[in-house]
C-alpha cells in the first residue's frame, strides 16, 4: 500500500443507518473515503498526506475519529 500505517481503516456506523462502513485512505493518501456496500458515500479531504494510524473514539454516543497529516491533527464528529 506505500504506508507503513497498518491501522488505516476503521468500521463504523457513521452515518447512523444502521449498517458498518469502512473509512480508508485512498491510494494517494489524502483523503479518507467513507464507503458502504452501495460505493463511495463521502470524501474527507487531509490537507496533506495522511502520516499515521487513523484513531477513532465514542463519547456520549457520537464517533470522533482523528488523523495526522504532515503536521496537522483532523479531528471528524460524522
Known sequence: M???NLDSAIAGDFNNDGIAELLAPDQTH???GLIS???VIAAL???GV??????VTV????IFVGAGSQ?????WVP
Open 30 to 32: 489524502t483523503n479518507l
Open 71 to 75: 503536521g496537522n491533527l483532523r479531528i
Open 45 to 47: 479531504p487531509l490537507d
Open 2 to 4: 506505500g504506508s507503513r
Open 37 to 39: 456496500l452501495d460505493g
Open 50 to 55: 495522511l502520516t499515521t494510524n487513523l484513531t
Open 59 to 62: 463519547l456520549n454516543g457520537r
